[in-house]
């Protein structure tokens, strides 16, 4: 199998290198092993699902006016 470092998975995904770390620590990233303080994680992996938003939903504490849409 072949493996990349944190910095090609965060350049390939969009996000920090930061971000693909907290995913690595939280065992989110299927496939991923640590050596030594370094993550590798494997090429074929997907990027997780953000949990801190729903998908196509609001942010936590975004109001929402209320809008009839039966207009």
């Known amino acids: 199998m ?7 998975v965060a350049t390939n995904w ?3 290198d ?4 907290q995913y690595c620590n939280a065992d989110r990233i299927e496939g ?3 050596i030594g303080n370094m993550w590798l994680i494997p ?5 997780p699902i953000d949990g801190r938003t729903r998908k196509g939903g ?6 929402v006016q ?5 207009r």
């Open 32 to 34: 991923a092993i640590k």
């Open 18 to 21: 930061r971000r693909v770390l």
């Open 2 to 8: 072949d493996y990349i470092t944190t910095k090609e």
């Open 58 to 63: 609001r942010i936590k504490n975004e109001k």
């Open 43 to 47: 090429k074929t992996a997907e990027k």
């Open 14 to 16: 969009g996000i920090s």
């Open 66 to 70: 209320d809008f009839d849409y039966r």
